[in-house]
């Protein structure tokens, strides 16, 4: 990392600087530096020096310049929904909170892309496309901010058909860290020219670079949708069941595993009836007569691999209810411990390897003092035990870090990564070197070069 010496609080230089250029949108607040400090992972809050709240990339450019005169770091703020550390000013610095600049600067409905500006929510451009019958497929529960969702390269339940961040972004505004501005791609559907720098940014976590403005690919509404339940009396049975039905092709929209503990969970949670037993969640895109041939195809594999009964949701209002109760597998996992909290593990591991892996870490959990409920995106290989525990016992916290360790090194042993989607932050570094090798000097040098004097969001993703 290039050489740096980090002040232990702001210099009375860069606060006029910053109150000068922004007035009340800087702040010093404890309750403002105490919302900045932490996230939704189980590590300890750190609160920023200062709190920054831009609203264009004018701003954005003199907040970097100025922070860099003084070697103060740099820590991009969404919607604080993050679950690996990734918001938490480790070396101190300015928290940078992106939430003002929302706006939609353009919806494109012949081109099928959308410019916003990186402050915008999930549920914002939800709300602003679903006008012109179009919408964004991914998805990742929180109503996160876009930008949010760049800078962790996020992904949800509608991957296994639409893709992740990776494959719906088409172009980037980014603030360096010398304050200098560039554009990375255009809003044509490919190119060849040059490095790719939009992909660059992608899971970069803000140790690049600040996203200001992203241009995304969006997709019509479907003319037809249907959802489907389908409960197993395993969980080997689930998921080859799901394996299945990807390597034949079926275009699914969604295939989500939720085990017998997550689903009791959702039951009490959601006022549901379900099956208390290993279950799929699918939903199917497309036209009335292509939905009816794909969820028939579904309905029959899942047979063939003891599927139990396969309970369709073609009302639109039940559908919600499904996902929604889907979505809310967090809040129902809280709810299985007063005053718990949930650390969620995250890994991603080859279809092929994905029973096998899941069902060696359900031997794991079964053997857990806290309940650790299994749910996954297993169209792609992705899935996550969220571990409920008492957030004041170290003897719980320690076991639930040993699980994941475990958990994560299952997964690389599979040729599978230690994140599907949750990204690096502090919480995963260790494991970066084991699944890059020697291709974390290239990503070392990639930082050095772009942030010689390591000021963007340091101490994240790359190891020391």
């Known amino acids: 990392m290039g050489s740096r010496t980090v002040v232990a609080e702001l210099p009375a230089e860069l606060v006029a600087e910053l109150t000068e250029l922004l007035g009340e949108r800087f702040s010093v607040s404890e309750s403002i530096l105490d919302l900045h400090g932490r996230d939704e992972s189980c590590f300890a809050p750190i609160r920023p020096w200062a709190v920054v709240f831009p609203e264009?990339?004018?701003?954005?450019?003199?907040?970097?310049?100025?922070?860099?005169?003084?070697?103060?770091?740099?820590?991009?703020?969404?919607?604080?929904?993050?679950?690996?550390?990734?918001?938490?000013?480790?070396?101190?610095?300015?928290?940078?909170?992106?939430?003002?600049?929302?706006?939609?600067?353009?919806?494109?409905?012949?081109?099928?892309?959308?410019?916003?500006?990186?402050?915008?929510?999930?549920?914002?451009?939800?709300?602003?496309?679903?006008?012109?019958?179009?919408?964004?497929?991914?998805?990742?529960?929180?109503?996160?901010?876009?930008?949010?969702?760049?800078?962790?390269?996020?992904?949800?339940?509608?991957?296994?058909?639409y893709g992740a961040m990776r494959e719906n972004v088409l172009a980037l505004e980014v603030v360096l860290a010398d304050g200098s501005v560039i554009r990375t791609g255009t809003r044509a559907r490919k190119s060849s020219a040059g490095y790719d720098l939009t992909r660059l940014f992608i899971a970069s976590e803000g140790t690049l670079g600040v996203i200001t403005e992203i241009t995304l690919r969006v997709h019509g509404i479907p003319e037809a949708i249907s959802s489907a339940v389908c409960s197993f009396a395993d969980i080997e049975s689930a998921v080859e069941a799901a394996v299945e039905v990807i390597q034949w092709g079926i275009p699914v929209a969604r295939i989500e595993l939720l085990d017998e503990v997550q689903i009791e969970a959702v039951n009490r949670h959601s006022g549901l009836d379900h099956p208390v037993q290993p279950t799929l969640f699918f939903e199917f895109h497309g036209s009335p007569r292509g939905v009816e041939e794909d969820a028939e195809a579904t309905a029959k594999i899942s047979a063939?691999?003891?599927?139990?009964?396969?309970?369709?949701?073609?009302?639109?209002?039940?559908?919600r209810k499904l996902w929604k109760a889907r979505h809310?597998?967090?809040?129902?996992?809280?709810?299985?411990?007063?005053?718990?909290?949930?650390?969620?593990?995250?890994?991603?591991?080859?279809?092929?390897?994905?029973?096998?892996?899941?069902?060696?870490?359900?031997?794991?959990?079964?053997?857990?003092?806290?309940?650790?409920?299994?749910?996954?995106?297993?169209?792609?290989g992705n899935f996550h035990l969220l571990l409920v525990i008492d957030p004041t016992?170290?003897?719980?916290?320690?076991?639930?870090?040993?699980?994941?360790?475990?958990?994560?090194?299952?997964?690389?042993?599979?040729?599978?990564?230690?994140?599907?989607?949750?990204?690096?932050g502090i919480g995963k570094q260790k494991w970066m070197a084991l699944e890059h090798g020697s291709a974390i000097g290239v990503m070392w040098a990639i930082k050095q070069a772009l942030d010689p004097k390591g000021l963007m969001n340091p101490g994240k993703v790359l190891p020391p």
Not at 81 to 86: A, D, T
Not at 90 to 111: E, K, Y
Not at 306 to 314: E, H, P
Not at 395 to 421: D, F, H, K, P, Y
């Open 393 to 424: 016992s170290e003897t719980e916290l320690e076991e639930a870090q040993a699980l994941n360790r475990s958990i994560v090194e299952r997964a690389l042993e599979m040729g599978g990564t230690c994140t599907g989607e949750h990204g690096i």
């Open 304 to 319: 063939e691999h003891g599927g139990l009964a396969f309970r369709w949701a073609t009302d639109e209002g039940e559908r």
């Open 56 to 161: 264009s990339t004018a701003d954005v450019q003199a907040i970097v310049e100025a922070s860099a005169r003084h070697d103060i770091p740099i820590v991009p703020f969404g919607a604080g929904s993050s679950l690996e550390g990734h918001v938490l000013p480790i070396h101190g610095g300015v928290s940078v909170d992106l939430t003002r600049m929302n706006r939609i600067r353009a919806i494109h409905p012949g081109d099928l892309d959308v410019v916003i500006e990186a402050g915008v929510t999930r549920l914002q451009l939800e709300r602003a496309l679903g006008e012109h019958g179009l919408f964004f497929p991914v998805d990742p529960g929180a109503d996160a901010t876009l930008g949010g969702m760049v800078a962790t390269g996020a992904s949800g339940t509608t991957t296994v058909r």
């Open 328 to 380: 809310e597998a967090y809040f129902a996992d809280l709810g299985l411990r007063p005053g718990a909290r949930v650390i969620s593990t995250d890994v991603c591991v080859p279809i092929s390897r994905l029973a096998e892996c899941i069902v060696e870490t359900k031997k794991e959990a079964s053997r857990a003092s806290f309940p650790a409920p299994l749910v996954g995106h297993v169209g792609d």
